[in-house]
């Protein structure tokens, strides 16, 4: 793939204390128990989180690469990218990259998730990036780290980039569910009736502290044509993943016309299971703890011609 279209747009920025006042209000809907207060980030590299950087900080944007209607309703095997190149485009050649994507199938000889989740840095890249795949002969979930030197990935990605710096983030801590929406589109929708078409853009991590979560993974590329929805849903293989789960990914609360997917984490654990997060399932006992940051900018890159709204939850 030679040139790669590249839009962007700023994003507001309104302060970290606002965001966490506007949540610790508006979550009460969906949650039991809700704090979002704004702290100087943990280190993220340590376990549960095990990300590649320790903070979040420095130069934050996001990106979207591609996008579903790559693969519905049949696959663009062309659309192949190298991360380095994606940082390249969007002016940050060294970075911390976390988020959710399609892995690279010429590596894993399928289709597969990927939970991204690398510091590109010359010379001395850590890539603990993971892919999810579904096992042809039992249909369980395969997970693995990919190789150092594997940055590709396929299709589609929603990816928060930043230096990985420390500095304050935005902490996200809720215990049982009682409404109808899981942790990030709680999220999404609370700051969305606040800010209303200013587009908001966060990026960063959570993690599922109690309880389990459905998560569906990609087989291999469909032989026929997937036309709507639910023929997707019947391609896709879904699970239950059990905490603790460590979730990537990013959120836009508007789309300043970019053809957006306005949510998108991938998930990961140390205990074999990586995949497409889509809600808890044991809401009377699930608790989230998450960190996130800000988008200064969002970066639409290689944005699909001919678009539909398939396969965007
Ligand atoms: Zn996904």
Partial sequence: MENLPHE???????????????????????????????????????????????GLGGNPKIVEVGGPPYLLPTVNREKVYDLRKIAAVVGSPSAFIIGAGAGPWPYANTNCEMAANLHLKNGETKNLTW??????????????????????????????????NPGQVLRVHCKRRTGSQDFITSIRTTL????????????????????????????????????TD??????????????PLVSVGTLVTADPGLDLRVQHFHTFSHHGEVGHYHIDTQPDSVEYLGYFTLGHSIHRIDRPVVTHQIGRD
């Fill in 230 to 243: 639910e023929e997707l849903n019947t391609w896709l293989k879904f699970y239950n993943f059990s905490a």
């Fill in 131 to 164: 892919i999810g795949k579904v096992n042809p002969d039992d249909g369980t979930n395969l997970a693995e780290q990919l190789p150092s030197d594997e940055m590709r990935h396929a299709l589609l990605s929603n990816l928060y980039f930043s230096d990985g």
């Fill in 192 to 227: 969305q009736n606040f800010y209303k078409e200013k587009p908001v853009g966060l990026g960063g991590t959570f993690l599922l502290k109690e309880g389990t979560a459905k998560h569906h993974v990609m087989p291999d590329f469909s032989s026929i044509p997937l036309n």
């Fill in 8 to 54: 962007t747009r700023d994003l507001f920025c309104p302060s970290l204390e606002e965001i966490a006042r506007v949540l610790s209000d508006g979550m009460k809907s969906n949650f039991a128990e809700v704090k979002a207060d704004v702290v100087d980030c943990p280190d993220l590299s340590e376990q549960p989180f095990t990300l590649a950087c320790k």
